[in-house]
């Protein structure tokens, strides 16, 4: 499918004259436009009108004389993107809000998307490349592969990656629009600088395509750190932003422990108070996420998180059959069996349950033997 698409794409982006500049507009344009439906018909925006138009709002101060114009929706993906199409519709992962602690961050990141609409940079860079040709053989490079779901949309955003002087102009347009709209102007580069802590411990070799082709993360943040030298404090709004927020980040830790992924929620849950930000999962969350990653000295961090969070919230089911789980692959009979009958007690419907009731029957069998 996306072979003959591209090959479909081709022939109608490349034809023999030259074409002019309202010609190529209308063609980008289209073709986003057909990817974007594409996107909305799989499910992939996460659909929550409150949280859009809080997005949305934020986006307004910051660009308002473009008010509604450059349009913001949340994406049900768990990894840190933002990008924007030539439609003016910007999407931003929920796995971004999981990582920012403000809306003074969230300003930072959609100010830069905001940039390279300002900027006009969808069209001045097929522009560069002399043809759109390029976007169309693009699909052909096994971008929809590597981003399932979003597929050609990758070529006609800001994911298909800009050149460093673009990507600089969107960042000093992003840094202006963030301090006029009186958010704190020192909120941007903490983001880069956890951004390039994160790619260094996942180990990640492409980093999220939010910065596939951006200058380097930690430049970047002593770019932003320059440009905020000598500019007096804003507003962080850090309570609006996670009472927006806050369902959507919970949604993309489930997501990522759904997927057992223990390097991320390390990652993302390993700074200090962060677990709290996330009650009363958050402590448990991150017990499975060195559980999940089992390296040598994970599990005993495992068990130290599951009683931290037994100890602070004594109600939350799920830290008591995980530890007991664990326990009772140590042959510890009696621990692990107060644990899952805890469990049992909290949470008598429960997936894990019935397993729950089956292990503790095994383990009082072979105590009596």
């Known amino acids: 499918m996306g072979a003959l698409l591209g090959a479909a794409l081709l022939a109608w982006i490349a034809p023999a004259h030259a074409i002019t500049e309202q010609e190529q507009r209308a063609r980008i344009l289209f073709e986003t436009r057909e990817e974007e439906a594409h996107l909305k018909s799989l499910g992939l925006l996460y659909g929550d009108a409150a949280l859009d138009a809080y997005l949305q709002s934020v986006m307004d101060r910051l660009y308002p004389e473009r008010h509604g114009d450059y349009r913001v ?69 096994g971008l929809a592969t590597t981003l399932p779901g979003l597929g050609a949309l990758v070529n006609y955003s800001t994911m298909a990656g800009f050149s460093r002087d673009f990507e600089r102009e969107a960042d000093h347009t992003g840094f202006e629009r963030l301090t006029a709209a009186g958010y704190d102007p020192k909120a941007a580069a903490p983001v880069f600088e956890r951004m390039a802590r994160e790619v260094s411990d996942r180990k990640i070799k492409q980093p999220p395509y939010v910065f596939a082709d951006h200058p380097k993360l ?61 009650a009363p999962s958050g402590e448990f969350l991150l017990g499975e996420g060195y559980r999940f990653r089992a390296a ?38 009696d621990a692990a069996i107060s644990d899952l009958e805890r469990f049992v007690t909290l949470a008598p419907d429960a997936r894990e349950t019935p397993f729950a009731r089956q292990t503790i029957d095994r383990l009082k069998k072979e105590s009596s033997e």
């Not at 969070?309 to 830290?319: D, M, N, V, W």
């Open 218 to 278: 930690l430049d970047r943040a002593r770019s932003f750190a320059g440009f905020a030298a000598g500019s007096p404090p804003g507003e962080l709004r850090r309570d609006e932003f996670v009472a927006a927020a806050q369902a959507a980040r919970v949604a993309a830790l489930e997501q990522i422990h759904e997927r057992k992924d223990g390097a991320e929620l390390i990652a993302v849950l390993g700074d200090e108070g962060r677990t709290a930000e996330f």
């Open 73 to 141: 929706r949340a994406f049900r993906d768990t990894e840190f993107n933002a990008f924007a199409v030539a439609t003016g519709n910007v999407y931003i992962h929920i796995g971004a809000l999981l990582r920012l602690r403000n809306e003074a961050e969230l300003a930072a990141v959609l100010g830069h998307e905001g940039g390279h609409l300002l900027g006009d940079h969808m069209y001045r860079g097929a522009k560069e490349s002399k043809s759109v040709a390029r976007i169309g053989s693009a699909l052909t490079l």
């Open 296 to 333: 040598d000295g994970d599990e005993a961090l495992a068990l130290e998180h599951y009683a931290r969070s037994i100890e602070r919230y004594p109600q939350f089911a799920p830290a008591y059959g995980a530890r007991g789980r664990i326990r009772a692959r140590r042959g510890e009979r």
